[in-house]
């Protein structure tokens, strides 16, 4: 990871985790010209999830918000793959498509997928926000409390 995201990323005190493997029949990115589409991804340190269970009733709005944002790190930890470790190489983030897991009557799913949007735009810059689609689920695999997918687009 090169100097600017990785400087980032350490004055946040935060760190990438390892790029998570898919757990069924697909591949984590694909690089379609400048574009890198990655993934589903939830919030996971390797295959623990860190994570887990209905954001509003099992899970505050602010353990939703830093799944979110592990999610975030999880995206980038594909980024970091596809990227050959250099971070620098991402010109923005164009996209996040993003699930809560949270009842029928959760209202604040915005907020929670804020951690997302809040990684990126710390690291990117505030005028590169990413366009967000958004909503919630009443379950995701391996009952993480949040997944997103993003598409980047490179240098």
């Given amino acids: ?4 995201v990785a400087s980032r990323l350490q004055a946040k005190g935060l760190v ?5 493997v898919p757990v069924a029949t ?3 990115f694909v690089t379609v010209g400048k574009l890198v589409h990655v993934a589903g991804v939830g919030p996971t340190w390797g295959k623990e999830v860190r994570h887990a269970g209905k954001v509003g009733s099992d899970l505050s709005v602010e353990q939703g918000y830093a799944a979110a944002q592990l999610t975030g790190l ?3 930890a594909h980024m970091s ?4 470790g250099d971070l620098d190489r991402i010109a923005r983030c164009v996209k996040v498509f993003a699930l809560v897991n949270a009842g029928p009557d959760f209202n604040d799913a915005h907020i929670v997928a804020n951690g997302v949007t809040d990684l990126f735009a710390d690291l990117f810059g505030a005028d590169k926000l990413p366009v967000r689609a958004l909503t919630t689920a009443p379950s995701l695999p391996l009952n993480i409390a ?4 993003a598409v980047f687009l490179l240098h």
């Fill in 74 to 76: 999880n995206l980038l």
């Fill in 16 to 20: 990438l985790p390892p790029a998570p």
């Fill in 26 to 28: 697909y591949v984590g």
């Fill in 81 to 84: 793959t596809a990227c050959d």
């Fill in 146 to 149: 949040f997944e997103a997918d």
């Fill in 1 to 4: 990871m090169s100097s600017n």
